[in-house]
């Protein structure tokens, strides 16, 4: 399709349970993007992949948190044992190159941890 | 600390006038700058961008002017509509990374009055 697909929309959590998170690219878009956004602040970038491959982690915090992007299927953010200041929306985005003005980003999947 | 400032939370211009949006950073080796504009509930969508290279970037209403000694870059909008109402993002191309990983300002929040 023509749009990035991040589902849930909403996911609510309690401390300690797992959360996982779901962005469909743009078809034929090979690179993804997650970001962070908390209190509708600035956006943290989090990681990237060209394919499924990592293309970039520097932003992912080292415990708790892991993506996959696999053929043929949607990429994932999985973050365990969520804690309280994991809340925030986190955003995926597509794109055909690695430059950023081809981004397109999708809603949002809004995560409370309670 | 961050690298990317947009100083106002919130500017209201009449419609019909010019809208000024600001964007301060700190470091002068990056290289790529974006203007991103983001709907309540929605992803950010990317408007404008300007290379360190170049000092203006325009397209259509809104142009974008770079002043690379003084850090700062601003995002014009003229004429401002009712439309254009809500939240611009200036962000950054991270030095030496791969330019899939943008730094973000925390947003200025555009409100275009009738």
């Known amino acids: 399709g023509e749009e990035v697909a991040q589902t849930p929309k909403h996911l609510v959590r309690g401390e300690g349970q797992k959360a996982k998170l779901y962005c469909a690219p743009i078809?034929?878009?090979?690179?993804v993007f997650w970001y962070q956004q908390v209190l509708k602040n600035e956006f943290k970038f989090l990681i990237s992949f060209q394919n499924e491959n990592v293309f970039d982690e520097t932003g992912m915090p080292k415990e708790r948190f892991s993506a996959k992007c696999l053929p043929n299927s949607p990429c994932s953010l999985e973050i365990q044992a969520t804690k309280l200041e994991d809340s925030a929306v986190y955003f995926c985005a597509s794109s055909q190159s690695s430059l950023s003005y081809g981004y397109t980003f999708g809603s949002g999947t809004r995560l409370t941890v309670v | 600390d961050q690298q990317v400032k947009q100083n106002s939370p919130s500017l209201s211009v009449q419609e019909g006038r010019i809208s000024i949006l600001n964007c301060d950073y700190t470091n002068s080796m990056f290289d790529y700058f974006l203007w991103y504009k983001k709907y309540p509930a929605e992803g950010p969508t990317f408007l404008i961008s300007?290379?360190?290279?170049?000092d203006k970037n325009e397209d259509g209403r809104f142009t974008v002017f770079l002043n690379k000694s003084a850090k700062h870059l601003s995002l014009h909008i003229v004429p401002s509509q009712p439309g254009d109402s809500a939240v611009y993002f200036c962000?950054?191309?991270?030095?030496?990374?791969?330019?899939?990983?943008?730094?973000f300002g925390k947003g200025t929040k555009l409100s275009v009055k009738p």
């Open positions: 962000a950054a191309s991270r030095p030496g990374g791969s330019q899939g990983n943008l730094i």
């Open positions: 300007i290379s360190s290279i170049k």
């Open positions: 078809k034929g878009h090979s690179y």
